[in-house]
T-cell receptor, first 114, second 115 residues
C-alpha cells in the first residue's frame, strides 16, 4: 500500500480505547471544517464535518469538537477498532470562497494495537 | 469504493517523457479537483474544474496541464517533469464547487515517480 506523510505525528491507541486526534487550524475566518481518514493505498475518505456555528457534532462512533477561540479542532473516536488505523486529516475552508477550496492539515497517523 | 477511479495507479517516467493521468467519477458531480500529496507535506490543491471550466490554478507549473472534456472525466497531462514532482496525485469530485456541499470524494491516487 501507499505510505504517505512520513514522520507524521503518531497516536498509538489500544483497541477498545477512545482516541482523540487534535488539529490546529490556521485561518480564524474559516467557517467550515472536515475530518478525513486515509487508509494505506486509498484516497482520503470523509468522516464528519462541522460548521463554525457549532461547537460539537456527533456521528457514528465519532465526535468533532470545535474551539474557535484557540483555533482548535479535535476528532474523538469511541471504542477504537483495528480498522480505524489510518492517517487522519483535518481540513478547513471559508465558505464565502467561491470554489470551496479546502486547506488540509499535515495529518496524524493512528495506530491501533491489540 | 468512493465512485472516483484513477488510472494508472502507479507510474514511473523519465524527465523527458510525456504521460497522462486519468480520473473518472461516477457520482454525477459537477466539480473535479487535482491534488498533490507529498511525503511530509499537507495535501496541495492544484486545479479545480466546475462544469468543465477551470476555475482555479493554484500556481502550478506549466509542466502540469489539466484537461476536463466533460464533468465525469479529468486528465492531468505531464511533460518534462522534475524528480521533485514525484508524489501521489489525487483526484476528487464534489457535487458543486463552492456551494453548501463541500464534501469531496477522493480517488485512490496515482503514485508517480520521476526518474
Amino acid at each position: 500500500g501507499e505510505s504517505v506523510g512520513l514522520h507524521l505525528p503518531t497516536l498509538s491507541v489500544q483497541e477498545g480505547d477512545n482516541s482523540i486526534i487534535n488539529c490546529a487550524y490556521s485561518n480564524s475566518a474559516s467557517d467550515y471544517f472536515i475530518w478525513y481518514k486515509q487508509e494505506s493505498g486509498k484516497g482520503p475518505q470523509f468522516i464528519i464535518d462541522i460548521r463554525s456555528n457549532m461547537d460539537k457534532r456527533q456521528g457514528q462512533r465519532v465526535t468533532v469538537l470545535l474551539n474557535k477561540t484557540v483555533k482548535h479542532l479535535s476528532l474523538q473516536i469511541a471504542a477504537t477498532q483495528p480498522g480505524d488505523s489510518a492517517v487522519y486529516f483535518c481540513a478547513e475552508t471559508l465558505t464565502t470562497d467561491s470554489w470551496g477550496k479546502l486547506q488540509f492539515g499535515a495529518g496524524t497517523q493512528v495506530v491501533v494495537t491489540p | 469504493e468512493t465512485g472516483v477511479t484513477q488510472t494508472p495507479r502507479h507510474l514511473v517516467m523519465g524527465m523527458t517523457n510525456k504521460k497522462s493521468l486519468k480520473c473518472e467519477q461516477h457520482l454525477g458531480h459537477n466539480a473535479m479537483y487535482w491534488y498533490k500529496q507529498s511525503a511530509k507535506k499537507p495535501l496541495e490543491l492544484m486545479f479545480v474544474y466546475s462544469l468543465e471550466e477551470r476555475v482555479e490554478n493554484n500556481s502550478v507549473p506549466s509542466r502540469f496541464s489539466p484537461e476536463c472534456p466533460n464533468s465525469s472525466h479529468l486528465f492531468l497531462h505531464l511533460h518534462t517533469l522534475q524528480p521533485e514532482d514525484s508524489a501521489l496525485y489525487l483526484c476528487a469530485s464534489s457535487q458543486e464547487a463552492g456551494t453548501s456541499t463541500y464534501e469531496q470524494y477522493f480517488g485512490p491516487g496515482t503514485r508517480l515517480t520521476v526518474t
